[in-house]
């Protein structure tokens, strides 16, 4: 089954200066994501899966698909660990 | 480097890099900038974020290290996230106040941030800043409380709660606080804007147009009431003047940003009109003279400030002493009491204010209790002692 992700609820976020700035007011902690981060978090809607918003990535920015999958990976377990995202 | 100089040199470099000459005039002070102490003070100010930007210009950033500016980009980011933060109360608190139909004014940082820095998160929100009518005043209370806001007291007052019951009534001012998760949101809400005693006596400011002259700011999603840019003007330069008593970089630099942004589209004959009492002219124009002495005369021009603050309402070394209070770190008690018996513009506005810290408790004893009760003769003598005993305590701690 294609994954899904969902936003933690309690996240806040804006951008600033190029930066989306996530912050979870649960904990305190912040985290701030460059640009393909951004269009990322952008996209992730609780509906489209993850190889449905890596498509759209792949159109929006002139990278190998093999090197976004990977950057994708980090970023989601890095988001999944600070309670940010979930997984269906 | 002290205080004082590195203060200056902090100002400098504003005024150097908002400077509309090429190459920059003041670049040494880039140069021979003791870095770590500077970004310490910077970080002290709460402007990480303004900072990082002013120091990554392209015309300034190879005169700082890029230790600097790393430092100041992640200060930077945690400053945004905090105001992220507060931005959200704040929309959700704009609203519930709009649904509970309690009419208010965003005053101070977060109605002019977006305008004089591009973004809202060059500087710490320390606090949303509200103000009321009075008569709102019970239900915007009982608002607050149903959405988890405690009423609190000032840590540093040291009466009974009931001496700070009166206060809150002197003032017109009550804080309000509420965790959220890891995060506190902090309010200051205005029922009525005052002078601290025994300064509202003679400024007013309750009857200054503050309702009748409003504009419109977004806050979030949210649309907000503030001051129009005359108003905001005077409530921030009276902030600092009275509240603050002309101390701490953060609020005169935000002063002068304010100026530097607005200065051309001011309403200058509308602001001596709204200021109409010599006192509270020369307050602002003591203000808009700082400013003019330390970022420059473009950003204030000395035909302003001259007609604010004409040269019969200062005494011989006044000034300096506003200086001196800028170049500190923190409010004292001390320049509170020698600013505040200096600010009006005329001897008898002076010794009126020294006769109400020497025979009205009120202007001394409310902050400390107001437990003993001491014959009326014994008054001078009896607040003389407390001023003594509040200033050693300060300089003790």
Redesign the interface.
């Known amino acids: 089954m294609e994954r899904v992700l969902k936003k933690n609820p309690d996240i806040i976020w804006k951008d600033v200066k190029g930066e989306t700035i996530l912050l979870n007011p649960i904990n305190g902690k912040y985290f701030g994501l460059n640009k393909v981060g951004c269009v990322f978090w952008e996209k992730i809607d609780g509906v489209r899966s993850l190889p449905d918003i890596a498509e759209l990535l792949l159109g929006d920015f002139n990278v190998e698909k093999e090197r976004l999958l990977k950057d994708l990976e980090d970023l989601i377990k890095t988001l999944q660990e600070n309670n940010l995202v979930t997984i269906d | 480097m002290n205080r004082p100089e590195q203060n200056k040199k902090i100002l400098s470099i504003i005024a150097a890099l908002n400077s509309d000459e090429r190459p920059f005039v003041n670049m040494s002070d880039l140069h021979d900038a003791e870095w770590p102490a500077m970004v310490e003070a910077i970080q002290k100010t709460g402007m990480a974020g303004y900072f990082y930007?002013l120091f990554s210009q392209m015309d300034a950033h190879g005169e700082i290290p890029a230790t600097v500016i790393e430092t100041l980009r992640k200060s930077a980011?945690?400053v945004?996230?905090h105001n992220?933060?507060y931005?959200?109360q704040c929309a959700a608190l704009l609203k519930g106040l709009s649904a509970a139909g309690v009419d208010n004014i965003i005053l101070k940082g977060m109605s002019y941030m977006q305008d004089i820095y591009g973004?809202t998160?060059a500087r710490t929100m320390s606090d949303i800043d509200l103000l009321i009518h009075p008569d709102d005043r019970l239900k915007t209370l009982e608002f607050l409380m149903a959405c988890g806001y405690s009423n609190y007291i000032i840590p540093s007052f040291q009466g009974t709660p009931e001496d700070f019951t009166d206060l809150t009534d002197l003032t017109g001012e009550a804080h309000f606080m509420k965790k959220?998760?890891?995060?506190t949101v902090n309010i200051d809400l205005h029922w009525r804007l005052r002078a601290r005693y025994p300064m509202n006596d003679y400024l007013a400011l309750d009857s200054f147009p503050w309702w009748e002259n409003s504009g419109t700011v977004m806050i979030g999603s949210v649309p907000a009431k503030r001051l129009s840019i005359e108003m905001q003007f005077i409530h921030l330069a009276l902030h600092f003047a009275i509240h603050h008593q002309y101390t701490g970089l953060r609020w005169f630099i935000e002063l002068g940003l304010f100026i530097r942004r607005f200065g051309n589209d001011l309403d200058w004959e509308f602001i001596y009109g709204a200021a109409s009492s010599p006192d509270c002219r020369k307050l602002l124009g003591v203000c808009l003279r700082l400013i003019a002495d330390y970022m420059g005369n473009s950003w204030t021009g000395s035909e302003v400030w001259r007609r604010f603050l004409p040269k019969s309402s200062m005494l011989p070394g006044e000034y300096r002493v506003y200086k001196n209070c800028l170049m500190r770190e923190e409010r004292s008690r001390l320049a509170s009491y020698i600013c505040m018996p200096l600010s009006p513009a005329t001897l008898s506005g002076r010794l009126r204010l020294m006769s109400s810290f020497l025979f009205d408790s009120q202007g001394v004893i409310l902050w400390h209790g107001s437990d003993t009760r001491v014959p009326k003769w014994l008054k001078p003598f009896y607040n003389l002692y407390i001023i003594g005993r509040q200033l050693l305590s300060v300089s003790r701690a």
Do not use: H, K
Not at chain 2, 180 to 183: D, F, K, N, Q, V
């Open positions: 930007s980011r945690r945004a996230a992220v933060f931005e959200s973004d998160s959220t998760g890891a995060l």
